[in-house]
């Protein structure tokens, strides 16, 4: 159908992570619209399927991606497949919006539940996805698309060639993540496996491997932790979060982060109240030893007004 030429023709012309991206925007897409002819897809029908996802629980932000990427099969459609549409369905259906980046922290008590049920799941990709998504703020898609070329583990670095912003970029590892990426790319699991991706799957129909499919397992350990609400762009909020809680100035953060902006960047640098009320504090304190400090100036005073009534 529609849905599997997309996935044949298109999407291989884009970088991993985005096919990743794609691949989970395109499957609930398929369930509810895959039996239906792109000529039967009506505007009213996009909009049904639009409420139902919101409905769901799903945000706003993953409802509006999956819109975008059905409007673009549609273009493709249209302009490329010459199937001889006569309109865009989707163009006219009200998008939601983006809304507002979310700021769940993960408090201490929180991580360590999560790295207990992430550490003791069968496999152990788990585990180590969400670690360095909590010491690197890389993208979910970004780390599972990761090819061993990437990661120079002699030089402390990750190079990221295609992310979503569409810039490259180069991110430092700490030592913590150092030893995460040698225990992955070690790991006896990988002598019988041929494949140059970090995190892999089981093999296709064509028998290559295909990156780690973590949402389904993900969604099973926040729940064992008890930490429904919390989401896997949740640990890279808290690791942006985290630099800027170490001092690294904002232009070394978006370095890392990938952020285009420093208003991209705003809403990652939210501080806990109590660092804030901590912080203002040491400021006053600061404030009025300094003022303390200061030499009794009244005679300087009382000797320029004469000066300044003449």
């Given at each position: 159908d529609a849905f599997d030429r997309y996935e044949r023709e298109v999407s291989p012309g884009k970088s991993d992570g985005t096919r990743y991206r794609e691949r989970w925007r395109i499957a609930p897409l398929k369930e509810k619209l895959g039996d239906y002819s792109l000529a039967a897809i009506t505007p009213d029908l996009v909009a049904a399927y639009r409420d139902e996802r919101l409905e769901a629980g799903k945000s706003k932000s993953t409802v509006r991606l999956e819109l975008v990427l059905l409007g673009h099969l549609f273009n493709v459609a249209i302009r490329e497949w010459g199937l001889g549409l006569a309109y865009n369905p989707v163009t006219n259906v009200r998008k939601p919006s983006p809304g507002k980046g979310r700021d769940r922290r993960l408090d201490a008590d929180e991580e360590?539940?999560?790295?207990?049920?992430?550490?003791?799941?069968?496999?152990?990709?788990?585990?180590?996805?969400?670690?360095?998504?909590?010491?690197?703020?890389?993208?979910?898609?970004e780390i599972l698309s990761l090819r061993k070329k990437q990661v120079d583990l002699e030089r402390?670095?990750?190079?990221?060639?295609?992310?979503?912003?569409?810039?490259?970029?180069?991110?430092?590892?700490?030592?913590?993540?150092?030893?995460?990426?040698?225990?992955?790319?070690d790991h006896p699991m990988r002598k019988s496996v041929r494949t140059q991706l970090v995190f892999?799957?089981?093999?296709?129909?064509?028998?290559?491997?295909?990156?780690?499919?973590?949402?389904?397992?993900w969604a099973e350990a926040v729940k064992r932790a008890g930490l429904e609400d919390?989401?896997?762009?949740?640990?890279?909020?808290?690791?942006?979060?985290?630099?800027?809680?170490?001092?690294?100035?904002?232009?070394?953060?978006?370095?890392?982060?990938?952020?285009?902006?420093?208003?991209?960047?705003?809403?990652?640098?939210h501080l806990r109240g109590e660092d804030l009320v901590g912080a203002l504090d040491r400021v006053l304190e600061g404030a009025r030893h300094r003022s303390a400090s200061l030499p009794d100036r009244s005679d300087t005073v009382d000797a320029l007004d004469p000066m300044i009534s003449n």
């Open positions: 360590k539940k999560l790295l207990e049920v992430v550490d003791a799941h069968t496999n152990p990709m788990l585990g180590w996805a969400v670690r360095l998504a909590l010491l690197t703020g890389m993208r979910q898609g402390r670095v990750v190079r990221l060639d295609d992310t979503k912003n569409g810039d490259s970029r180069v991110v430092p590892l700490s030592r913590e993540a150092v030893a995460v990426f040698q225990t992955a790319l892999f799957g089981e093999p296709g129909k064509d028998k290559r491997r295909r990156p780690y499919r973590i949402n389904k397992v919390l989401r896997f762009h949740d640990l890279r909020h808290e690791a942006v979060s985290r630099f800027v809680e170490a001092g690294l100035a904002d232009q070394q953060v978006a370095a890392i982060s990938g952020h285009k902006s420093m208003q991209m960047l705003k809403r990652y640098t």
